[in-house]
């Protein structure tokens, strides 16, 4: 899949990834702290991911999905470099996701998001209607280096 968008092209071709791009944007992303650079090659390896570039190649955003292609899937992931935000990109990305053909027909689709509610909810993400039913198992140091010694 490749999406034009402006200057920028939106793709879902694995081998564009800049893993080292990634892995600096995460790292010191307020989700994903410290994430080491295998755990973001693993997890983009395991995901269906749409990577924004510009006309040069240069990754600057992306949009990664965790799914099994039948009910679910959880979008998580999703940044645009500060120098290219504005211009429509994450929602051109998301849309892009939304309409992927790996994506149709699921019953369910959830993310976790500080402050972007508003970006999501032009795609009809609402707030989780019964969270009461709803459960996590979080381990928040999870990426954290084990202390020398320890
Ligand atoms: C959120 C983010 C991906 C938006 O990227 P972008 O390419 O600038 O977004 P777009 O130009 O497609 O526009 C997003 C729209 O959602 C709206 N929006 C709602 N909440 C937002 C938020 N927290 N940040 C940015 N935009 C937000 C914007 O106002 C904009 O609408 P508008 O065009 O009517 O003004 C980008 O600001 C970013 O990478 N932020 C840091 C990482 C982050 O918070 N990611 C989301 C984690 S869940």
Redesign the pocket.
């Known amino acids: 899949m490749q999406v034009p968008h402006g200057d920028y092209l939106i793709s879902d071709d694995p081998a564009r990834l800049d893993v080292a791009a990634i892995h600096a944007y995460l790292g010191c ?3 994903a702290e410290g994430i080491p650079l295998d755990t973001v090659t693993r997890a983009l390896q395991g995901s269906l991911c749409l990577g924004v570039y510009t006309a040069d190649s240069v990754q600057v ?1 992306l949009v990664r999905i965790v799914s099994d292609y039948a009910t679910f899937a959880y979008v998580c992931d ?5 120098a ?9 990305a998301m849309k892009a996701a939304l309409d992927h053909p790996k994506l149709q027909g699921l019953r369910r689709l959830n ?9 999501y909810a ?1 795609f009809g993400f609402t707030p989780v209607a019964r969270p009461d039913r709803y459960m996590e198992k979080l381990t928040p140091n999870a990426y954290r280096k084990p202390a020398a010694g320890a």
């Open positions: 992303s307020y989700w955003g999703v940044y645009v470099l500060e290219h935000r504005g211009h429509g990109l994450a929602q051109a993310l976790v998001t500080r402050d972007a509610h508003g970006l032009r």
